[in-house]
């Protein structure tokens, strides 16, 4: 490590906060496309996220109600409506506070929508005035499962939870009450039908809340363990008349709000209002502070939000929250840097809203700190927020993001997918972080996390400018979504047994499948030469996974000699998942009867035989087609090109011939050099042969001439006798 003076570190940071060291357009475009792959339900015609499809569209069905939407709360898929409730709340104070920074860089219509799509949701929580469904989802079943959020329903129940005027939440019905005034407020200008809705059920919830007194996890005791209402609900009873005031005007709510602000926590053993927490999803008596200060002036307010904007920057009375060496200002081990950003947006929030220069620079300075900090300027030098800025995290704790087959918690590849925006846990009180997996307390994502680090990012926008990305999201490349591996399991005179495995491996978006099929094509030409009718071959199974059904022998468009059988798996589910619900495997044979002639069953012939794996090993069979509702989605029909089929990136071994092949589209080659005296065929996938190469002193082949496709390379042995063969595709 080089010594670099003190003083000249002093000038970089300087630097830094004069010249706006990171592209905060870029980081807030990205913080706002984070909500878009956390949607849950249908997904509107703007959600922009490709891997993500529709998920959990029976939420609420247990309970007669429809509760589909909102946001999963984090790398899970539970919906907790207390913290996403505070998410809405802090997402509309960004944009109640900046919106010209939104509108400027052209944020302005991806976070209404976001905004308006999770205040629906709770809306439709809202079931009746003094019913209001605060959960969906088990935490525990949840947890057990580490998968895409398309398939989650397919394997477990998703209760829903809710409270009411016998089992009373004055904190989740007060802070619903609190988003749903912040989204009124946000949407009075552009949207005055659904701004008056949202203050009509925030009215009816904030009553609810103070009429009928509780906290909520005690009526709603799956949210135990999870989202506890430590503070009580004091504050979210100031906080939601806060809002309401904010959005309607109304003095009564100003008034309460004033007079319950009394009733919050103080210190312990004395009458000074808390300190030395933050605010976040369970405690809001800070932003209470600073609001409060902002609208009344009063110093009783001023001093409280004071006290702890000091306690988090320059101390009160020699205490000071914990900083890294680094310069994270430390408050839990637990997603520190959700806290240190929560409070960097109040400080933007209230330095805006003081005159005294110092106040001002003090809590300014501080929330750049912070936010940078976050982007990359750490001691670790990367960035912490997923998809931005240099290293940034990319094996986060995210089931839907990390998209592999099948994974879990301990994986340690990195995401297949990017979640652009995600500011993930953060570090330890030493400027620790791990970007790994299991890590879950330092690197996992969520959605109250977002809330106010969007806030923030659209303030430091504001100030320091960064443009947006011109093309976001980027594609991503799409791995192939389904294939079947099959190999000839028995084969003798008169019959080929075909053993095959159709696998689901949908994750862009991962899809749950009840409709699939395939067909293996034979041609019976000389089984009708020899005289036998096809009423006489037989098609049978012997071991068959799933709820499978195979077909009879059917002429493919109207073939003499083509036929087709179908194995249909209708009525069963595929779906990516766990080790056993993405894969179905079948064998099947189709036979002449006994004592035909040998020359009357020829599989050479066949369409698919030509891309199953001959030598006990099982490869992709690009010629089995595969259905989804009788719409082919993968694979060639005979004499067709293939629909949807990717070469595998790792090059295949076959244990046979010891040979591994691979193609990089120019070239085919081998290692070790295939024997002296062995072919290889190149077959397109319409069964021409393309090329033909018998063994010399060579590694590799041209394939520069040939068309780019699908193709599959058949190894033979000097009496041209099939080996093995697999499917290689040719690249431009
Ligand atoms: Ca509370
Ligand atoms: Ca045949």
């Known amino acids: ?224 363990g999870y989202y506890n209402s430590w503070s009580g609900y004091h504050d979210e009873l100031v906080w939601g008349a806060v809002w309401l005031y904010l959005a309607g005007g109304d003095n009564s709510y100003l008034a309460k709000a004033e007079s319950y602000y009394d009733s919050l926590n103080t210190e312990p053993q004395s009458t000074t209002r808390s300190y030395k927490w933050t605010i976040a999803w369970d405690d809001k008596s800070y932003g209470c502070y600073v609001l409060l200060a902002k609208l009344t002036g009063s110093q009783k307010y001023k001093d409280d939000a004071q006290r702890w904007l000091d306690f988090w920057t320059v101390g009160v009375n020699g205490q000071k929250i914990t900083y890294t060496p680094g310069g994270l200002a430390w408050l839990d081990q637990w997603g520190s840097n959700r806290y240190a950003a929560n409070t960097a947006f109040c400080a933007l929030v209230y330095a805006d809203s003081v005159a005294d220069a110092s106040v001002k620079t003090r809590y300014h300075d501080f929330a750049v700190r912070q936010i940078n900090y976050m982007l990359g300027d750490n001691p670790m030098g990367r960035s912490l927020v997923v998809g931005y800025g240099v290293n940034p995290p990319c094996h986060e704790h995210h089931r839907t993001a990390e998209g592999s087959y099948p994974g879990d918690a301990g994986d340690t590849i990195a995401c297949l997918h990017t979640l652009y925006g995600a500011l993930v846990g953060g570090p330890d009180a030493s400027d620790n972080y791990v970007d790994q997996r299991s890590n879950y307390t330092q690197n996992e994502p969520a959605c109250d996390y977002n809330a106010a680090f969007t806030g923030a990012l659209a303030r430091l926008y504001k100030e320091y400018g960064g443009d947006p990305l011109a093309v976001f999201p980027p594609p991503e490349p799409v791995p192939e979504q389904f294939y079947i591996l099959a190999k000839v399991n028995a084969s003798g005179t008169g019959f080929t047994e075909i053993d095959a495995v159709l696998c689901n491996k949908t994750n862009t978006p991962a899809r749950v499948c009840r409709h699939l099929s395939y067909r293996y094509f034979v041609d019976l030409s000389e089984v009708a030469a020899a005289g036998i009718p096809l009423s006489q071959v037989t098609i049978s199974t012997n071991y068959m996974q799933g709820k499978a059904s195979v077909g009879p022998l059917t002429a493919y468009n109207g073939s003499s000699t083509v036929y087709y059988v179908e194995v249909s798996y209708e009525g069963d589910s595929l779906f990516p998942g766990t080790q056993d619900s993405y894969k179905r495997e079948a064998q099947f044979r189709i036979q002449l009867p006994n004592n035909s002639a040998a020359a009357a069953w020829d599989p050479t012939n066949d369409w698919s035989y030509k891309t199953v794996g001959v030598s006990g090993q099982a490869i992709k069979a690009v010629n089995m087609p595969i259905y989804d509702g009788g719409v082919q989605i993968w694979g060639a029909e005979p004499g067709k090109p293939a629909v949807n089929v990717i070469a595998d990136k790792a090059p295949a071994i076959d244990k046979k011939c010891n040979c591994r092949i691979r193609c990089d589209g120019r070239y085919i080659s081998f290692e070790p050099m295939i024997q002296q005296g062995m072919g290889l065929d190149l077959i397109s996938a319409a069964g021409q042969k393309v090329f033909s190469f018998r063994a010399v002193n060579s590694r590799k082949i041209s394939v520069e001439k040939i068309k780019p496709g699908v193709y599959f390379l058949e190894l033979s042995d000097g009496n041209k006798k099939p080996i093995t063969r697999q499917s290689i595709i040719v690249q431009q």
């Open 1 to 224: 490590m080089k010594f670099i003076p003190q003083a000249f570190l002093s000038m970089i940071f300087l630097t830094t906060l004069a010249s706006a060291a990171y592209n905060y357009g870029e980081a807030l475009q990205k913080a706002v496309y984070f909500y878009e792959c956390q949607q849950s339900g249908p997904l509107p015609a703007w959600n922009r996220v490709a891997w993500r499809g529709p998920s959990c569209i029976h939420d609420g069905a247990d309970a007669g109600k429809d509760l589909t939407g909102g946001w999963y709360d984090a790398g899970d898929h539970v919906k907790f409506n207390f913290p996403m409730s505070f998410s809405v709340t802090m997402l509309c104070w960004g944009v109640v506070e900046n919106r010209d920074a939104y509108e400027k860089s052209g944020q302005l219509p991806s976070i209404l929508n976001t905004i308006r799509f999770a205040a629906e949701y709770l809306i439709r929580c809202h079931t009746a005035q003094n019913e209001f469904y605060g959960q969906v989802g088990d935490g525990g079943l949840d947890h057990s499962f580490w998968g895409p959020a398309e398939s989650v329903e397919s394997l477990m129940k998703r209760p829903s939870a809710k409270i009411d005027a016998t089992h009373p939440g004055s904190d989740l019905a007060g802070e619903a009450a609190a988003a749903l005034a912040a989204t009124s407020l946000v949407f009075k200008s552009t949207d005055p039908a659904f701004s008056a809705t949202c203050l009509t059920h925030a009215q009816q919830l904030y009553s609810f809340a103070d009429q009928y007194r509780g906290k909520y996890d005690a009526s709603i005791t799956a949210a135990q």
